[in-house]
């Protein structure tokens, strides 16, 4: 009998989801104000690259970190203090003097908005199902779509650039305080009654080291640099393909790269679906598939058609990818150490996104912004070879070196039906078979259970989450 996992709570996903558009805000943001900012401050168009590289510090250091410290913080504490922290940042924006104080505030706000990004994908990755997950992303792209809209009504209407970021400031503040009243809500929720044993376990804290001594921590960690590259170089070198690559006009080209970042936001909403009713895996092994077909077509000589038919391909295809990797964590390195795996992978996905097409753009000035394609499309390719490595792994904590307090129990499954017979209601139930997991009758210490995805149809290798600190 499969399980029917605990719906999310309709307050947090909205919340989830208005989070994510604030983290894709800021970027709208910079695109349309930089002219003004540049301007005001008397400083070079290339000084924007001060604050996009502080940006990325702050974003990696503290995705990283919040991996490793969202046990002890608890993730509706990290998601208040984070989303202040980016509220403050963007304040300091909006009232900074000169560009020093401007690149420190980006240092601050790529600090925030890497905790957000972190915390909230590893508390989904184990409270939300594909469909939910997906469209928690495509809320991102949302953001990005918006922040534009935002400081060119500001600068439309005779205002000045900092009232753009002061609006912002003023809505991120009003989510911190959303995220501060609903700390307690954060905490996973137990399955409901008549679903399965929900007895307290003990906390289990795995050591740092055994977790990075995982290989497919690593491989996932790789993974995510290779797709978050992919992503952002077929966006950002794609308009000067089509341009002086494949002899389209200027504003056909851009119209082409809308495509592309719409097919990316039209994905995630409809695969989020198809993922819900088929499973992750699968959709992940089609995507990545679709990837490198559309990579290929891209790199196909001569042919605008194909180039941007590709285009939109790679985009639909990889849409659903970042989110379901994220999802899958637990299975590729065990549920123990899903949350710092979970930071490392964030982490490593803003360091691909800032090397990879810088590294692409020197190859494209060095050789041809026809090696664009072949670029992609390896790069395709050595993400389905590390994605295949990962996930025919066991997962840290399988077979026999379990890691939990039911270590040695044999093989735990969530859900009612643990272990065989009916349903069973909590520890003890009089229903006959053999006692469920974690009961007192199964003398084994109890195990709490954590609701897997709405499509419940592949197993969960190794044990079932562990509870640290509410979670």
């Given at each position: 009998m499969s399980t029917s996992p605990a719906p999310p709570r309709a307050t947090l996903l909205l919340l989830a989801y208005l989070a994510f558009v604030s983290l894709g805000l800021p970027d709208g943001?910079?695109?349309v104000g930089w002219p003004s900012i540049r301007a005001d401050f008397g400083v070079p168009t290339e000084a924007v690259g001060l604050l996009l590289t502080a940006g990325t510090v702050g974003y990696l250091a503290s995705s990283v970190l919040a991996g490793f410290t969202l046990a002890r913080l608890g993730v509706g504490a990290l998601l208040a203090g984070s989303t202040l922290l980016a509220s403050l940042a963007l304040t300091g924006y909006a009232v900074s003097p000169?560009?020093?104080?401007?690149?420190?505030?980006?240092?601050?706000?790529?600090?925030?908005?890497g905790a957000i990004d972190s915390g909230l994908n590893a508390y989904a990755a184990g409270a939300f199902g594909p469909r939910h997950m997906n469209w928690m992303h495509a809320f991102f792209g949302l953001g990005v779509a918006i922040g534009p809209l935002i400081m060119t009504a500001a600068l439309s209407a005779g205002l000045a650039w900092r009232w753009g970021y002061g609006i912002v400031a003023g809505a991120q503040l009003a989510l911190a305080t959303a995220f501060a009243l609903t700390v307690r809500a954060?905490?996973?929720r137990a399955p409901e009654p008549g679903v399965g044993t929900t007895d307290a376990a003990p906390a289990v804290r795995v050591p740092?080291?055994?977790t990075l001594r995982l290989p497919t921590v690593w491989s996932g960690t790789v993974a995510f640099a290779l797709y978050v590259a992919i992503e952002v170089s077929a966006g950002l070198w794609a308009f000067l393909l089509l341009t002086q690559g494949r002899g389209l006009s200027a504003a056909v080209a851009g119209g082409c790269v809308s495509a592309y970042w719409g097919s990316l936001f039209v994905g995630r909403v409809v695969q989020g679906v198809v993922a819900e009713r088929l499973g992750p895996r699968l959709v992940l092994r089609v995507s990545l598939g679709?990837?490198?077909?559309?990579?290929?077509?891209?790199?196909?000589p001569g042919s605008a058609v194909l180039a941007v038919l590709g285009l939109v391909v790679l985009g639909f295809a990889a849409a659903p990818v970042f989110p379901l990797l994220t999802l899958t964590?637990?299975?590729?390195?065990g549920a123990a150490h899903a949350d710092r795996a979970i930071g490392l992978q964030i982490g490593a996905a803003g360091l691909g996104a800032a090397l990879v097409p810088t590294?692409?753009?020197?190859?494209?000035?060095?050789?041809?912004?026809?090696?664009?394609?072949?670029?992609?499309?390896?790069?395709?390719?050595?993400?389905?070879?590390?994605?295949?490595?990962?996930?025919?792994?066991?997962?840290?904590?399988?077979?026999?070196?379990?890691?939990?307090?039911?270590?040695g129990s044999g093989p735990e499954r969530t859900g009612p039906g643990a272990g065989s017979g009916p349903e069973r209601t909590g520890p003890g139930s009089d229903a006959s078979g053999p006692p469920a997991v974690g009961s007192a009758a199964s003398g084994t210490p109890a195990q709490s259970r954590t609701a897997l995805p709405d499509d419940a149809d592949y197993p969960l290798s190794g044990p079932v989450r562990p509870v640290v600190d509410g979670r």
């Amino acid at each position: 009998m499969s399980t029917s996992p605990a719906p999310p709570r309709a307050t947090l996903l909205l919340l989830a989801y208005l989070a994510f558009v604030s983290l894709g805000l800021p970027d709208g943001l910079l695109g349309v104000g930089w002219p003004s900012i540049r301007a005001d401050f008397g400083v070079p168009t290339e000084a924007v690259g001060l604050l996009l590289t502080a940006g990325t510090v702050g974003y990696l250091a503290s995705s990283v970190l919040a991996g490793f410290t969202l046990a002890r913080l608890g993730v509706g504490a990290l998601l208040a203090g984070s989303t202040l922290l980016a509220s403050l940042a963007l304040t300091g924006y909006a009232v900074s003097p000169g560009l020093a104080v401007l690149v420190g505030c980006a240092l601050v706000l790529g600090l925030g908005s890497g905790a957000i990004d972190s915390g909230l994908n590893a508390y989904a990755a184990g409270a939300f199902g594909p469909r939910h997950m997906n469209w928690m992303h495509a809320f991102f792209g949302l953001g990005v779509a918006i922040g534009p809209l935002i400081m060119t009504a500001a600068l439309s209407a005779g205002l000045a650039w900092r009232w753009g970021y002061g609006i912002v400031a003023g809505a991120q503040l009003a989510l911190a305080t959303a995220f501060a009243l609903t700390v307690r809500a954060w905490q996973r929720r137990a399955p409901e009654p008549g679903v399965g044993t929900t007895d307290a376990a003990p906390a289990v804290r795995v050591p740092v080291l055994a977790t990075l001594r995982l290989p497919t921590v690593w491989s996932g960690t790789v993974a995510f640099a290779l797709y978050v590259a992919i992503e952002v170089s077929a966006g950002l070198w794609a308009f000067l393909l089509l341009t002086q690559g494949r002899g389209l006009s200027a504003a056909v080209a851009g119209g082409c790269v809308s495509a592309y970042w719409g097919s990316l936001f039209v994905g995630r909403v409809v695969q989020g679906v198809v993922a819900e009713r088929l499973g992750p895996r699968l959709v992940l092994r089609v995507s990545l598939g679709g990837m490198a077909l559309g990579a290929a077509l891209i790199a196909v000589p001569g042919s605008a058609v194909l180039a941007v038919l590709g285009l939109v391909v790679l985009g639909f295809a990889a849409a659903p990818v970042f989110p379901l990797l994220t999802l899958t964590t637990a299975d590729r390195v065990g549920a123990a150490h899903a949350d710092r795996a979970i930071g490392l992978q964030i982490g490593a996905a803003g360091l691909g996104a800032a090397l990879v097409p810088t590294g692409l753009g020197v190859l494209i000035s060095t050789v041809s912004v026809q090696v664009l394609g072949s670029a992609l499309l390896g790069l395709a390719l050595a993400l389905i070879v590390l994605y295949e490595l990962g996930a025919r792994r066991p997962a840290a904590g399988s077979g026999p070196e379990r890691t939990g307090p039911a270590a040695g129990s044999g093989p735990e499954r969530t859900g009612p039906g643990a272990g065989s017979g009916p349903e069973r209601t909590g520890p003890g139930s009089d229903a006959s078979g053999p006692p469920a997991v974690g009961s007192a009758a199964s003398g084994t210490p109890a195990q709490s259970r954590t609701a897997l995805p709405d499509d419940a149809d592949y197993p969960l290798s190794g044990p079932v989450r562990p509870v640290v600190d509410g979670r």
